[in-house]
């Protein structure tokens, strides 16, 4: 499902991440449609910029996002990061029309606490057959 041509990219004011470490459950299993953006981006979108910021203290950890879980190897985040480092990265990643991401996350640590992780959206691309016209 890629991002594709005629696309306009929209930027969005940043204050704080939009989703943070109790927005996941971190049991290692995908959760599909676990990740709703519908609230906070427009029906059309097509594609978002995100801003992944992953911690863990003891153990290595992985955290995994896609529009759809059967093509994570193609069009997916998977990042896997040792214990004691943190990792901030940005991705561009297609939607599809529901806005839901599926996510697989190992998060939880040894002791039962939740390591670091926000995730917010940076901008989004927006068919611009869908903008009015001026």
């Known amino acids: 499902m890629p991002i594709g041509q005629n696309n ?3 930027p969005r004011v940043i204050t704080n991440f939009d989703f943070n470490a109790n927005d996941f459950i971190h049991d290692d299993t ?3 449609n676990g990740l709703d953006l519908s609230g906070i981006l427009p029906k059309g979108t097509k594609g978002v910029v995100l801003r992944v910021r992953v911690q863990s203290a003891n153990t290595p950890r992985s955290l995994n996002i896609s529009y759809d879980k059967d093509y994570i190897e193609t069009q997916g985040i998977f990042i896997t990061w040792w214990a004691g480092y943190w990792i901030e990265m940005f991705f561009v990643l297609p939607l599809d ?5 599926d996510y ?10 939740t390591r670091l992780c926000s995730v917010a959206i940076l901008g989004y691309f927006f068919p611009t057959s869908c903008l009015p016209a001026l």
């Open 8 to 10: 306009i990219w929209i």
């Open 30 to 32: 995908w959760h599909v």
């Open 97 to 101: 029309k529901d806005l839901k991401m």
């Open 104 to 113: 697989l996350s190992n998060l939880t640590g040894v002791d039962g606490s």
